[in-house]
């Protein structure tokens, strides 16, 4: 086994506002609150080794994001989730924690999938518009959006990054439903497309990512090994 632990931490409402850069830094600094011995890179600048699964979108919650953090020394995972608990500021909490076997592949090489929760308020149509539309999808060849990249604007399919859509529901204020999405650098779906695939203003809803995963077949597989397979 080697000294990297993996670590599943939920973002609250307290923090959605945060960038991905601005949480690393809440991160580290907690790191260094809590006097953990992290292991540091080499080089004119130092900096604790630790890595992060894709980065959330602003404004978003999460029940599962994920980091890799590699110690100097040998320490408990269950001692590392108590400590560090302790110094992170309100709206982080790190939920689950195990040591990674050697030569595990990385947080990014491993997930390409993601499961979120919506909750839709009333303007935005009922849980009948949302299937209906979700069937529709399903008989269609393609869905073309325009994306802009770095190397200009592209033409993407995107329909075959909507894996699924379940539990559509009505509450008392709207309608919330889950769904599974394509995440990574192949397969990405981000959220204004949701929208546009399911006819809704993802500006109005409160999207929550409840998973992240990798997409065997029709499997998805978390990245900390001992949570089971969805």
């Avoid at 609250?12 to 292991?39: K, N, Q, Y």
Wanted: some cysteine; proline content about 6%; aromatic content about 12%.
């Amino acid at each position: 086994m080697s000294n990297v632990i993996r670590f599943q931490f939920s973002r609250g409402s307290e923090v959605r506002f945060l960038s991905h850069l601005d949480l690393v830094r809440t991160m580290e600094r907690a790191i260094r609150r809590a006097g953990l011995p992290m292991a540091y890179s080499e080089g004119f600048t130092p900096r604790p080794i630790m890595s992060y699964g894709y980065a959330l979108p602003v404004g978003i919650l999460s029940e599962a994001e994920y980091g890799d953090f590699t110690f100097a020394v040998d320490l408990d995972p269950e001692e590392f989730v108590r400590c560090y608990n302790q110094h992170l500021p309100k709206g982080l909490e790190v939920l689950w924690a195990e040591r990674l076997p050697e030569k595990t592949p990385t947080l990014m090489g491993e997930i390409n999938a993601a499961s979120w929760r919506l909750f839709l308020p009333q303007t935005s149509g009922g849980p009948e518009q949302i299937k209906a539309r979700w069937e529709w999808l399903q008989g269609v060849d393609s869905f073309v959006v325009k994306r802009d990249t770095k190397k200009g604007s592209r033409e993407i399919d995107i329909c075959p990054f909507l894996f699924d859509v379940y539990e559509i529901a009505p509450s008392s204020t709207g309608t919330v439903f889950d769904c599974l999405c394509g995440l990574g650098n192949e397969a990405n779906l981000r959220m204004e497309e949701l929208g546009d695939l399911l006819g809704f203003d993802h500006l109005e809803a409160t999207i929550t990512r409840t998973g992240q995963f990798k997409k065997v077949g029709n499997h998805y597989f978390p990245p900390l090994g001992n949570r089971g397979c969805k």
